[in-house]
């Protein structure tokens, strides 16, 4: 008998370590200073040269480290003097629109902070406020609640309340309208029984036939048995059919 042999496919688990959080601050030693500049400014020339290939852009860095005489510059001394000469073109406006400098980017930082803090703040405040409904609801007595809880609480009264309050005009809007296009579609047009037809037939051939002979039928003039005759105009330039020399 042939031996099979029996392949085991095991799994292999990489386990991510968290990255430790970098305080962003001077580096007092020098050494690690000097190393954390070098791979630093590696990474850099890296995510540019990425940012370059995938997104078909013209790009350069130049780098001056501390006591190197030369600058670090990617990708090449004459195409970053390109792509600066073509920056310097530019108007000066179009220069600075989206230029930063390290002021600028930690002020867009502080900014963007402060926005999350005051999202956060307001958050946790309408969960406060929520929890304090909900307790009141359960039967909490809300006479010591402070001024600026109550305030809060009102509000969040009222906003649910004009929810749905909304909510129910939503829906009768929606039924109103599905009840007309349903009364809408239920509407028959009638049809006419054979007796009105005919009546219907009868007055117009009498109105067609009036029209062919208007000299058949004289009009009644009041309540009496005066009579006016048909009008014809005589200064018609037409031949009238009664006087053939008009």
């Not at 590696?42 to 480290?65: F, H, N, P, Q």
């Not at 009036?210 to 031949?239: A, C, K, Q, R």
Request: some cysteine; aromatic content about 6%.
């Amino acid at each position: 008998m042939s031996s099979i042999p029996h392949v085991t496919n095991c799994a292999q688990h990489t386990v991510h370590m968290a990255r430790k959080k970098v305080n962003l601050a001077w580096i007092a030693n020098d050494s690690t200073r000097r190393a954390t500049f070098k791979k630093r400014r590696k990474g850099l020339m890296k995510k540019v040269s990425e940012l370059s290939t995938l997104c078909d852009v013209k790009a350069c860095m130049i780098v001056y480290g501390p006591q190197e005489p030369h600058p670090e510059v990617w990708p090449s001394v004459p195409e970053a003097t390109r792509v600066l000469a073509r920056f310097k073109s530019m108007p000066e406006m179009e220069q600075c629109k989206k230029m930063m400098n390290q002021e600028g980017f930690l002020r867009q930082r502080v900014a963007k902070l402060q926005e999350q803090l005051r999202k956060q703040a307001r958050e946790n405040r309408e969960l406060e406020v929520a929890l304090l409904v909900h307790e009141g609801l359960a039967g909490r007595s809300l006479d010591d609640v402070s001024i600026e809880d109550a305030t809060s609480l009102a509000w969040m009264v009222e906003m649910k309340a004009k929810l749905v309050h909304d909510r129910i005009e939503r829906v009768r809007k929606e039924h109103v309208a599905a009840a007309l296009r349903t009364a809408e579609a239920t509407v028959v047009t009638r049809e006419k029984t054979p007796v009105e037809a005919a009546m219907e037939a009868l007055q117009r051939q009498d109105w067609f036939m009036e029209v062919m002979n208007p000299n058949d039928h004289n009009m009644m003039f009041g309540g009496g048995d005066e009579t006016i005759p048909s009008y014809i105009d005589h200064s018609s330039p037409w031949l009238d059919p009664y006087y053939p020399l008009n």
